[in-house]
């Protein structure tokens, strides 16, 4: 302090932007926070990411990642190519935990860190992240029955669905494959001339579904034409 009416001070840091008082305490009590006067501004900084402690990781997402940078607040988002990350926890202005999340793509993507003060740039490599493929998996299917006309709908539930995924009814292929998320394809049985069980599989460019099990069994039945 300088004299009785004037103090220099500097501000500490702090995870929380906006509006604050400023108040100042000695042996005879501390100041008063009403009105405006004592009002400080915290902007939120653009913030930055320098590196990450996990830079791969599976499409089935789950992958836990320390996120270092600056200009990190509370309230801050990530997003992992454009998916939001989950379980956020902004531990310091610079410093954020988040988890992977799953998604439908595989290959290198950047790692964006948005608050109020605005989003990461995404120009270096230190927000870098590698999505790795896996063997997709079929655990469960909507329908296991339908007749060798094709046009049944089937919903198929997994793990490690692409984007560009394809679906074949033994060694048929199935029609109108729409990968919905990373665990759900819809498809459309096709025409056989053959009865009985086949594997519904999966393709991606991580592998094939594995076949053998009661999952991904498919009972195609003959319907009769009615006269």
């Known amino acids: ?120 740039v995404t120009t270096g490599t230190g927000d870098d992240f590698t999505y790795t493929t896996i063997v997709p998996t079929i655990t469960s299917m909507s329908a296991i029955t339908g007749t060798t006309a094709g046009g049944t709908s089937v919903t198929l539930t997994g793990t490690g669905f692409l984007t560009g995924a394809t679906v074949n009814f033994g060694s048929i292929a199935g029609t109108s494959v729409n990968v919905v998320s990373p665990t759900s394809i819809t498809v459309v049985s096709p025409a056989t001339v053959t009865t009985g069980k086949v594997d519904v599989t999966v393709t991606t460019t991580g592998g094939t579904s594995a076949t053998g099990g009661t999952a991904n069994r498919s009972e195609e039945h003959t319907s009769e034409l009615q006269s």
């Open 1 to 120: 302090s300088s004299d009785l009416t004037s103090i220099t001070v500097v501000s500490p840091a702090t995870l929380t932007a906006g509006t604050v008082n400023v108040s100042v305490t000695t042996s005879g009590g501390t100041s008063s926070t009403v009105g405006t006067g004592d009002d400080f501004v915290y902007a939120a900084p653009v913030p930055s990411v320098t590196s990450l402690s996990a830079t791969t990781g599976a499409i089935t997402g789950g992958t836990a990642v320390t996120i270092t940078g600056t200009g990190f607040v509370n309230g801050a988002s990530v997003t992992f190519g454009g998916t939001a990350g989950t379980g956020v926890t902004v531990v310091s202005a610079t410093s954020i935990t988040v988890t992977s999340p799953a998604v439908l793509f595989s290959g290198k993507i950047d790692v964006q860190v948005t608050t109020s003060g605005g989003s990461s």
